[in-house]
C-alpha cells in the first residue's frame, strides 16, 4: 500500500522548514483557520459537565446521531435519515474505510471518479476490490458524466465513489447531473453510491446536491461527511455516514473492532457546531471564495499553467504538463512529481504531484493558506518555472 502523497509532502516541506529554510506548504487539505470559539466552548463545557469520560456508544451519541439526521432531512433533503442510518466515526476517512470493509470481497470493482482523493484507491485496495477509474477532463471541469458510469459497470461493479465538492479539483456536480447518474445506477441492484461531502459548505455556485435525494436512491446511497472542513475541525477526528440501516449494521460491527466509538468530548463538539449558528463556516468560504479569486489570477499569469476556475473545496488542479522534459541546470522534469520536487526545492513551495489523484498532468495547489501567503508562493513559482528551458 502507497502512503498518502499528501501527507508525504507535508513530512518533506517540515524537514525543510526545521533545516530553517521558509517554506510556503500549500500541499495539505487543511483549513488555515481555528476552529470557532462557540465549538471550542462547547466542548469545554462538556469537560465541565463531567458526564462524557466513559465510552460512549460505538455508532455516536444519539442526540448526535438525531442532530445529524436532521440536518440531512433539513439540509440535504435527504427525508429519509434518521438517527438509525448514522454511524459517527474517527473522521470521513474512516468512515469510507469502514464501508469499504463491510461492502467489498476481494474481487469486487468500485468505480472511482477521477481525479479523486489519494486514499480512495487505497482504502478500496485494502479488502481486496479492484479499484476502476473513470475520468473527466479539465475542459469539462473534471466531472465524470452519467454515460461513462455507465460504460464503466460490469458484473463484478459493487460500488462508485466520489466527492463533490471535489478534492482535488473543486467540481461540484449539479442536481441534474448526479440525477442523471442516479438513472443508471438504479438500473443496477447491487450497487451502491458513496458519496463523499465533506466539503459542501465549501460550494461557491448554490447549495450542495446529494445523490442520496435523488427518488428511490437512499437506500441505494452511502452519504460520507464529516466536520474538518466546513467547521475547521481537522484535529477533533469526526466523520459520519448516512446510509441503509443494513449496512450502518455493519460498519457499527467493523468500527467496534477496531477503534470502538469517536472520542466523547470531540462528539459534544460536533453537536454544538450542528446546532448553532453557521455564520462562522459561512465568513470562511466568504474567505475561500476571495482566494480563490486572488489564486486563479496569479495562476493564469504563470506561462505554461492549463487552469480552470474551481467551483468548490479550496483547491486548484493545473496542467502542468508542458514543463515536461524542460530542464534547469542538472534537474530534468519528466513527470508532476519531479515538478514538485523541484517547486519544493528551488521555490521551497509545497504542492502535491497530481498523479497521486489520478491525473499525472497536473499537481494540486491548496489555497487554505493567508493571502500573503498566496501571493509569495506564485511569486517564487513564477520565478522558478521561468527558469526551465
Keep these: 500500500m502507497e502512503e498518502s502523497a499528501t501527507l508525504a509532502m507535508a513530512a518533506k516541506s517540515r524537514e525543510l522548514k526545521e533545516q530553517g529554510h521558509d517554506v510556503i506548504s500549500l500541499s495539505l487539505g487543511e483549513p488555515d483557520f481555528k476552529t470557532p470559539d462557540h465549538i471550542r466552548e462547547g466542548a469545554k463545557e462538556a469537560i465541565d459537565e463531567g458526564k462524557y469520560f466513559a465510552y460512549p456508544p460505538v455508532p455516536g451519541y444519539k442526540d448526535l446521531r438525531e442532530a445529524i439526521a436532521a440536518k440531512l432531512r433539513n439540509e440535504n433533503n435527504i427525508n429519509e435519515a434518521t438517527a438509525d442510518h448514522i454511524l459517527v466515526s474517527n473522521g470521513a476517512k474512516q468512515s469510507i474505510a469502514n464501508v469499504m470493509f463491510a461492502l467489498i470481497n476481494p474481487g469486487d470493482e468500485v468505480i472511482i471518479f477521477a481525479p479523486y482523493w489519494v486514499s480512495y484507491s487505497a482504502l478500496v485496495k485494502l479488502p481486496g476490490g479492484k479499484p476502476v477509474f473513470v475520468s473527466g477532463t479539465i475542459e469539462n471541469d473534471f466531472k465524470v458524466t452519467a454515460e461513462q458510469v ?18 482535488p479539483t473543486g467540481a461540484v456536480f449539479s442536481q441534474d447531473e448526479l440525477t442523471a447518474i442516479a438513472e443508471v445506477v438504479k438500473k443496477h441492484e447491487n450497487i451502491v453510491v458513496l458519496a463523499d461531502e465533506i466539503y459542501e459548505h465549501i460550494n461557491y455556485v448554490g447549495k450542495n446536491a446529494s445523490i442520496g435525494a435523488v427518488p428511490g436512491m437512499f437506500e441505494r446511497t452511502c452519504t460520507i461527511n464529516g466536520f474538518a472542513k466546513g467547521f475547521a475541525m481537522t484535529g477533533w477526528r469526526v466523520g459520519y455516514i448516512c446510509a441503509p440501516i443494513w449496512l450502518v449494521k455493519a460498519c457499527n460491527k467493523i468500527q467496534g473492532q477496531i477503534t470502538s466509538a469517536n472520542c466523547s468530548i470531540a462528539q459534544r463538539a460536533a453537536l454544538t457546531a450542528l446546532t448553532s449558528d453557521l455564520g462562522p463556516t459561512l465568513a470562511m468560504t466568504e474567505a475561500y471564495n476571495k482566494r480563490r479569486t486572488l489564486v486563479y489570477d496569479l495562476l493564469t499569469k504563470i506561462p505554461g499553467l492549463k487552469v480552470n476556475m474551481p467551483e468548490g473545496a479550496f483547491y486548484f488542479f493545473p496542467d502542468v504538463s508542458s514543463y515536461f522534459g524542460k530542464t534547469a541546470g542538472d534537474t530534468t522534469i519528466n513527470n508532476a512529481s519531479d515538478l514538485c520536487l523541484y517547486l519544493l526545492a528551488k521555490a521551497h513551495v509545497a504542492l502535491v504531484d497530481g498523479g497521486a489523484f489520478g491525473e499525472p498532468n497536473c499537481i494540486r495547489l491548496s489555497y487554505a ?11 517564487r513559482m513564477t520565478k522558478a518555472l521561468a527558469a526551465l528551458s
Excluded at 455507465?150 to 478534492?167: D, Q
Design 369 to 379: 493558506a493567508s493571502e500573503d501567503e498566496l501571493k509569495e508562493a506564485a511569486s
Design 150 to 167: 455507465e460504460a464503466a459497470i460490469t458484473p463484478r461493479t459493487k460500488a462508485i465513489l466520489y466527492s463533490s465538492p471535489c478534492n
